[in-house]
């Protein structure tokens, strides 16, 4: 018996509602209207809707070798696309804060994964993508 079928759980004029998130500015949604006329008791409504091909994601996994024991470090890492004159396009950036840990000698350290979404654009040609990382220490 499903939750629906017990009156326990059936309570009068409440229905569910499902979130999907809140829309991006500039993002709308399809409407549409249905009307029942007196007397009329079944429509049938059909959608179709063409959905966004879903981007290529890129996720860097970033490992520091040789870090101070006790140091923070604070890695950027900027993602940029290349054309087929050497010209750069600007596609990400990310800041991260890898916290230290403690240790008596040299660490290896890893940041969570940085993921970067690309934009969707023609695959006619191939896409040449530079990441650039620069890694310091949080405290110098």
């Known amino acids: 018996m499903s ?41 049938s409504l ?26 923070s470090v604070l890695a950027s890492l900027r993602l940029l696309e290349m054309d087929s004159n050497g010209n750069e396009t600007a596609r990400g950036f990310r800041l991260v804060l890898i916290p230290g840990i403690s240790g008596d000698a040299p660490l290896t350290l890893e940041a969570p994964p940085v993921q970067f979404l690309l934009p969707r654009e023609s695959d006619q040609h191939q896409r040449h993508y530079v990441l650039r990382i620069n890694a310091k220490y949080a405290e110098e």
């Open 3 to 43: 939750h629906s079928d017990d009156p326990a759980f059936r309570r009068e004029n409440e229905g569910a509602a499902v979130r999907i998130g809140p829309l991006s500015p500039g993002e709308s949604e399809d409407e549409f209207h249905v009307y029942f006329e007196p007397g009329q008791h079944a429509r």
């Open 46 to 71: 059909f959608i179709t809707r063409d959905m966004e091909a879903e981007p290529r994601r890129l996720t860097v996994r970033l490992i520091l070798e040789n870090a101070a024991p006790y140091k």
